[in-house]
């Protein structure tokens, strides 16, 4: 296993600007999934893939928010019109298919900063 | 709907002691328990988890976890503490029946294993 890897790693941005992030899974993973993380919380639970189908989304995800996983493989979550509000980690995790007591793994983070 | 509840924030213990990292639960039906473990600015690591069978459960470096049904805990033990093990933990669920495959988590522990 490589790991989940995310990119960037740090992103700081103005208010208003749109960013985007990409995640690649452990490649034998079908399932994929974005959390969010503030300080002094858990993660909280954004979306979940399996292959290109985006099969759950939270309510937390607004309008500005989109993620794609078009291939099945890599994914990207992009935020538009950015918020203070939006200054949190973002996680990544892949799982392998099956129950879904299969654990997922996370990469380490993107951790966005809005000025 | 599903909650992770860890009633402290931080754990102190002397390197050598057991330790305990609590947590209690609460989902519809049966659940899936994990425990995650979160360095400084880096993703969460899986350290276990308890699907059915053996109340005890062990895993990665020495932890192990007690699901007990009865009182709807998962605690985390290790029964001598190192001072690497010194990080944040994190409880999660997912409900069998209806819990899809997001994790919902605690809001996390900090340990700290003092020499």
């Known amino acids: 296993d490589t790991g989940v890897s995310q990119d960037p790693r740090h992103k700081i941005t103005k208010r208003g600007q749109n960013v985007t992030f990409r995640c690649d899974p452990i490649?034998?993973?079908?399932?994929l999934y974005w959390y969010r993380q503030t300080l002094g919380q858990g993660p909280e639970f954004l979306t979940y893939f399996q292959n290109e189908a985006q099969l759950e989304k939270s309510r937390l995800l607004s309008d500005r928010f989109s993620a794609e996983r078009p291939k099945g493989s890599f994914s990207t979550l992009e935020i538009q019109r950015t918020e203070q509000g939006d200054s949190a980690m973002y996680l990544c995790a892949s799982s392998r298919e099956g129950n879904s007591n299969q654990p997922q793994h996370f990469g380490d983070g993107t951790r966005l900063s809005i000025l | 709907a599903q909650s992770v509840a860890q009633p402290e924030d931080q754990v102190n213990v002397a390197e050598g002691n057991p330790l305990t990292v609590k947590c209690t639960y609460s989902?519809?039906?049966?659940?899936?328990l994990f425990w995650y473990v979160q360095y400084p600015n880096r993703g969460l690591q899986f350290l276990l988890k308890y699907i059915t069978g053996d109340n005890l459960v062990k895993g990665s470096y020495g932890f192990e976890a007690e699901f007990n049904k009865s009182q709807t805990s998962f605690h985390l033990k290790k029964p001598s503490a190192l001072v690497s093990d010194s990080a944040l933990y994190f409880c999660?669920?997912?409900?069998?029946?209806?819990?899809?495959?997001?994790?919902?988590f605690g809001t996390g522990t900090q340990l700290k294993v003092e020499l």
């Open positions: 490649s034998e993973h079908n399932r």
């Open positions: 999660a669920v997912i409900g069998v029946t209806g819990g899809g495959n997001k994790l919902t």
């Open positions: 989902v519809s039906g049966n659940p899936y």
